[in-house]
């Protein structure tokens, strides 16, 4: 993709890619309820835009790149009506290209509702797989453009296989084996019995390094902690898995990822919704988004797997056996914490890790991130909204297993 910059523009708005307009809605899509003072304390899970929506945060984007020629911001400011100016078809039209090049659908429901800022009777409008991976690639290069790194290859394994990646070992052929031959210890076989009497026993093939497909579950707080204390923390949460989908989907073609938003209670959310989730409900119900991340690992099949949990809080509820759900958000409550760590324990018994980051650093989060990671023998990181992305990917990328490890 080209890299993108945004000056005064002096053409015809006709010009700008599907992707270049998709870039310029990227701040209003990913919004997690942090930018409005009101929506901060209302927030909603499952917002989706109208077209009215988009028309306005993409107007605001276009004024504040300074996009739009003063003659057209003129004969806005004095038209009677919006519909008969430049500005507003040269809008229209640009949302008409998103739509056409895949990125944004109506509704397939074709509910028509209120608007999340209030209008009435709007078809609600679905971002597409299309979209959330051009986002994905654009948080990817944010985040990895400034490391000089080059793009990943597979998950190595301590074990050995036929294949391409050749280690300089070798094995005797066994019925089944790719023909993959190493001539020279081949012949160094062949030769003294006479090349006649050559048989399946004799002939030796190349070992490589053995890789395979890793499931993932991605488990997002949308807690209210997460934009209440004066900083988005779920926006750049976002960025992160929006970042690790698109880096699975293409450079590990059969990996699986899927994510999981948990808070009062916990759900999976299709990839396409990911971008528009905003925090909410309120508490931080870590059992139940562990115990969704195993059931789901199950399904996706597999022996390597692992949890990757992003959190800014110690956990504050769970669901009892009766479907009640039980809160405390004073310190480490007793029975949270003790039916939480049960999850971990069922996790490590899977033989699942559980890795953990923490967007903040109050004392009863440490503490039972570390409990955790002892249980799980996962990995835990301190860090912030501003680096996790590269924290993230970089232990996601890094992570190899050591031949003779356990």
């Known amino acids: 993709m080209k890299l993108i910059r945004y000056s005064r523009y002096e053409g015809d708005l006709e010009d700008l890619s599907p992707e270049e307009i998709l870039s310029l809605l990227e701040e209003a899509l990913l919004d997690s309820g942090f930018s409005d003072p009101f929506q901060r304390y209302d927030p909603d899970p499952n917002r ?9 945060a993409l107007l605001q984007a276009l004024l504040k790149n300074e996009l739009v020629p003063e003659d057209w911001l003129r004969e806005a400011r004095f038209a009677s009506r919006k519909e008969e100016t430049r500005l507003h078809r040269a809008i229209q039209r640009m949302l008409e290209k998103l739509q056409e090049a895949g ?5 397939p429901t074709g509910e028509a509702q209120g608007g999340y800022k209030g209008e009435a009777g709007q078809a609600r409008i679905e971002l597409t797989e299309k979209a959330a991976d051009f986002l994905g690639l654009k948080s990817l290069r944010e ?3 400034a490391l000089g790194r080059n793009a990943p290859g597979l998950h190595p394994t301590p074990h050995y296989a036929p294949g391409v990646e050749k280690t300089g070992e070798t094995k005797a052929f066994e019925w089944g084996d790719p023909l993959e031959l190493n001539p020279v210890e081949t012949l160094k076989r062949a030769l003294p019995k006479g090349l006649e009497n050559l048989a399946p026993e004799d002939l030796v093939i190349d070992l490589s390094e053995y890789t395979a497909s890793m499931s993932t579950v991605v488990l997002l707080d949308c807690s209210h902690s997460m934009i209440l204390y004066g900083e988005d923390r779920f926006t750049p949460a976002k ?3 929006l970042a690790l989908a698109h880096l699975i989907r293409t450079q590990y073609p059969g990996d699986q990822v899927r994510f999981v938003l948990f808070h009062d ?3 999976e959310i299709p990839l396409a919704r990911l971008p528009l989730a905003q925090v909410g409900p309120y508490h931080t119900n870590t059992k139940a988004g562990l115990e969704l991340a195993r059931a789901l690992l199950r399904k996706m099949g597999g022996e390597m797997r692992q949890i990757i949990l992003i ?10 056996p009766t479907g009640e759900v039980y809160k405390n958000a004073w310190g480490l409550d007793p029975l949270i914490l003790a039916e939480t760590l049960k999850e971990a324990t069922l996790a490590r018994k899977e033989g699942i890790p559980i890795h953990t980051f923490m967007l903040a650093r109050e004392p009863e989060l440490l503490a039972f991130v570390k409990k955790l990671s002892q249980i799980t023998r996962g990995k835990a990181y301190l860090t912030h909204p501003g680096n996790i992305g590269r924290y993230l990917l970089l232990d996601f990328l890094n992570r190899k297993v050591k031949r003779g490890s356990a």
Not at 48 to 56: A, G, M, Q
Not at 103 to 107: F, I, M, S, T
Not at 311 to 316: A, E, Q, R
């Open 143 to 145: 985040l990895l453009g």
């Open 103 to 107: 990125y944004l659908r109506q509704d």
């Open 265 to 267: 209670t916990a759900e």
């Open 48 to 56: 989706r835009p109208s077209l009215e929506d988009l028309y306005d």
């Open 311 to 320: 959190t800014d809080g110690k956990p504050s509820a769970i669901t009892l």
């Open 239 to 241: 960025r992160v898995a």
